[in-house]
């Protein structure tokens, strides 16, 4: 009669034993979860460099030369993750880091064909794995994976643990992510993926070396259909879907990285080396087709010549496109040196500001007639580059001709040191041998680079305001380099220089220039939106045979503006201020320019005109033109030391000359006066 209750009281107290046994294990078993020291979840990820859209231009590999590209929220196919979570781990969303129902499978499989058919991992699991590096084959180290998924899934949420999938899982290779992956077999961000490359993308991490497309892919291809049917198995993909995607063919090679202005990210990565992201400026699209017409623009000109080009947006000093080299490479060219921003000499494309400031100082106007003449500026003897003196031309026809003599004698009369603190201005790091400026830095005499003389020209551009070039950051408010005025007659007169030979006739203002010795090709241009530079050269210095700005670097500056847009936008109307007279509507002081020498000049003294000193001339069949200006007749020639003409009453005389080769002519007035040249006859 007593024992009755107790009978009846076993069961309860067997139940409450087994849940307050239960609640122990349970508290002993998060106590062991909560004490698990996780792996470092800081993954390193290729540095990148983007383009002004997003796009990828370059990415650095991380340690032992991987690829493991940083995931973004959105950046993978929702279609892939749904063929992954179908394939890999159907609970995902469910289970805490650890499936029960898929061990016990996994068991099951195991004791019935004795050997381990499927290993019963979570993607959490896998993930611990990852991160661990830890093997799978091994009880220890299954219930290590165990322990740290069940750790991450407390303190990472399914889209975080997902993400650390996306980041690292092995594709092959050096390839880790299927970013990496993605990139290398589609040659596309894994944003958007058909149904087979998402598949693809799901079976290579199971065995990531013998199941690679580009060394098996038979055997890719086998694997991508398992998954492509588990897929339609579970309803994420049609049966339809699963068959067109079997008959897509398996990428068969890898392809190589994006390497889009590979010398301007160097640089970024330079100046910010903690930085994981680099946002550019630079127009992906005009980047790759100006790095096509590098590579054309040498491909029949020798293994040694190289060039640079230079794209900027000039109203907002935003570099759009920056060629360094025809390729990025340890070659003949040294395409791995950025000459963009080696120091090269500019040759003739520094006149522009040399006649922009004299257009301020008030000493010339786009009308003003100017020699072209022999001069010698204390010692100093420059001559044309073809060594023909044009007498009296316009200050508008000697800048379009790029004359000499005219640009000199208005830098000696500006000083050399106010057109190199104009350059200052501008942004121009110039770099002046012995330090200090002569009247040799008016026709390149000194140092700079492609990337500041783009910077000077979209200054002219402008206004004359000049904003510095920049490619990360934002752009900075410039200093005033010339009057808006002055600019716009500068532009004006650059806009009517003829194009090369094959270009489009149209009103780019441009400019070309040859450094001394051949060494160095140029062409820069602007017109109301864009500035380009073209530099074309060899990287060691040496000279180019041959070679003009003209020539060489007009036509690829043409054809850069091409493949920037389909037409020229245009330049600005004038200022209000301009005066836009001939030459007899201006004022008297500024209807001809004359050089500081000529206040020393000895009035009306005999002056040799025809042929000019240091002249070449083609001797004509009737002999030789001499002609005299100033003096007083009659007029004796002499060559050499021996009498041509004796007492002649005109100024021009025409006279036999023994041959080719250098001669001394000599001219003597009627009260004894005299002159020289010497001249090379050919």
């Given at each position: 009669m007593l024992r009755a209750p107790v009978f009846k009281a076993r069961p309860l107290f067997a139940l409450a034993f087994a849940l307050w046994a239960g609640a122990i294990a349970r508290d002993a078993g998060d106590r062991w979860v909560d004490a698990t020291v996780l792996p470092d979840l800081a993954i390193e990820t290729s540095v990148e460099v983007l383009a002004r859209d997003g796009r990828l231009l370059r990415a650095y590999t991380v340690a032992e030369g991987r690829w493991r590209m940083a995931v973004a929220e959105g950046a993978v196919d929702a279609g892939f993750t749904a063929v992954l979570v179908a394939y890999e781990d159907k609970r995902f969303y469910s289970h805490a880091g650890v499936d029960p129902w898929a061990l016990a499978r996994a068991l099951g499989q195991a004791l019935r064909h004795g050997r381990v058919v499927s290993g019963g991992s979570t993607l959490t699991m896998q993930v611990a794995r990852l991160?661990?590096?830890?093997?799978?084959?091994?009880?220890?180290?299954?219930?290590?994976?165990?322990?740290?998924?069940?750790?991450?899934?407390?303190?990472?949420?399914?889209?975080?643990?997902?993400?650390?999938?996306?980041?690292?899982?092995?594709?092959?290779?050096?390839?880790?992510?299927?970013?990496?992956?993605?990139?290398?077999?589609?040659?596309?961000e894994p944003k958007r993926l058909t149904p087979a490359q998402s598949a693809l993308l799901v079976a290579l991490p199971q065995s990531p070396e013998t199941r690679r497309p580009d060394r098996a892919p038979d055997v890719a291809s086998a694997a991508r259909a398992k998954v492509l049917a588990r897929a339609v198995a579970a309803g994420v993909i049609s049966a339809d879907q699963a068959?067109?995607?079997?008959?897509?063919?398996?990428?068969?090679?890898?392809?190589?990285?994006?390497?889009?202005?590979?010398?301007?990210?160097?640089?970024?990565?330079?100046?910010a080396p903690d930085a994981a992201l680099h946002r550019t400026t630079i127009d992906a699209a005009l980047q790759a087709r100006l790095e096509e017409l590098a590579a054309q623009a040498v491909a029949a000109q020798g293994d040694r010549l190289q060039v640079a080009i230079v794209v900027a947006d000039h109203r907002?000093?935003?570099?759009?496109?920056?060629?360094?080299?025809?390729?990025?490479?340890?070659?003949?060219?040294?395409?791995?040196?950025?000459?963009?921003?080696?120091?090269?000499?500019?040759?003739?494309?520094?006149?522009?500001?040399?006649?922009?400031?004299?257009?301020?100082?008030?000493?010339?106007?786009?009308?003003?007639?100017i020699e072209d003449r022999p001069m010698d500026f204390g010692g100093y003897a420059p001559q044309n580059f073809d060594k023909v003196f044009r007498g009296m031309v316009r200050v508008r026809e000697a800048l379009?001709?790029?004359?000499?003599?005219?640009?000199?004698?208005?830098?000696?009369a500006l000083g050399p040191a106010k057109l190199l603190a104009a350059m200052h201005r501008a942004g121009?790091?110039?770099?002046?041998?012995?330090?200090?400026?002569?009247?040799?830095?008016?026709?390149?005499?000194?140092?700079?680079?492609?990337?500041?003389?783009?910077?000077?020209?979209?200054?002219i551009a402008r206004g004359g305001v000049a904003r510095p070039l920049w490619v990360t950051g934002a752009g900075v408010d410039g200093v005033r380099v010339l009057s808006a005025v002055a600019a716009w007659e500068v532009g004006d007169i650059l806009s009517g220089m003829p194009p090369p030979a094959g270009a489009p006739v149209n009103r780019l203002a441009y400019k070309t220039g040859t450094s001394y010795g051949h060494r160095d090709a140029w062409a820069i241009g602007f017109?109301?939106?864009?500035?380009?530079?073209?530099?074309?050269?060899?990287?060691?210095?040496?000279?180019?045979?041959?070679?003009?700005?003209?020539?060489?670097?007009?036509?690829?500056?043409?054809?850069?503006?091409?493949?920037?847009?389909?037409?020229?936008?245009?330049?600005?109307?004038?200022p209000a201020a301009t005066l836009m007279v001939a030459n007899a509507g201006l004022p008297q002081p500024l209807r001809q320019f004359r050089a500081r020498a000529a206040a020393f000049e000895v009035a009306d003294a005999p002056a040799v005109a025809f042929p000019p000193d240091g002249a070449e001339v083609e001797l004509m069949e009737g002999g030789l033109l001499l002609r005299v200006r100033g003096g007083v007749g009659p007029f004796t020639w002499l060559a050499d030391?021996?009498?041509?003409?004796?007492?002649?009453?005109?100024?021009?005389?025409?006279?036999?000359?023994?041959?080719?080769?250098?001669?001394?002519?000599?001219?003597?007035?009627?009260?004894?006066?005299?002159?020289?040249?010497r001249v090379r006859l050919r």
């Open positions: 991160l661990e590096d830890s093997g799978t084959g091994q009880l220890a180290g299954k219930l290590r994976q165990a322990r740290v998924a069940l750790a991450l899934e407390r303190r990472l949420s399914k889209a975080q643990i997902l993400q650390l999938y996306y980041e690292i899982a092995p594709y092959g290779g050096n390839l880790e992510g299927v970013r990496a992956a993605s990139l290398a077999y589609f040659g596309k068959a067109a995607a079997q008959r897509e063919a398996v990428p068969l090679v890898r392809r190589d990285f994006p390497a889009l202005a590979p010398h301007v990210a160097d640089r970024v990565v330079a100046a907002s000093g935003e570099m759009l496109a920056s060629v360094g080299s025809a390729a990025y490479r340890a070659d003949a060219r040294q395409g791995f040196v950025d000459m963009t921003r080696a120091w090269r000499s500019p040759g003739s494309t520094l006149k522009p500001l040399v006649y922009g400031l004299a257009f301020d100082a008030g000493l010339a106007h786009p009308e003003t007639l379009q001709l790029s004359l000499n003599l005219p640009v000199v004698a208005l830098t000696d121009v790091d110039a770099r002046v041998p012995g330090g200090k400026p002569g009247l040799a830095i008016a026709l390149g005499g000194l140092g700079v680079t492609l990337e500041d003389m783009v910077s000077l020209y979209a200054s017109d109301g939106a864009h500035v380009i530079g073209v530099w074309m050269g060899r990287a060691d210095g040496t000279p180019v045979p041959g070679a003009f700005g003209g020539d060489l670097a007009a036509p690829v500056l043409f054809q850069a503006f091409a493949r920037l847009k389909r037409g020229l936008e245009p330049l600005p109307a004038p030391g021996q009498p041509l003409v004796v007492a002649a009453r005109g100024r021009d005389s025409v006279v036999p000359m023994a041959g080719p080769g250098f001669v001394v002519l000599s001219v003597i007035d009627g009260v004894g006066r005299s002159a020289r040249a």
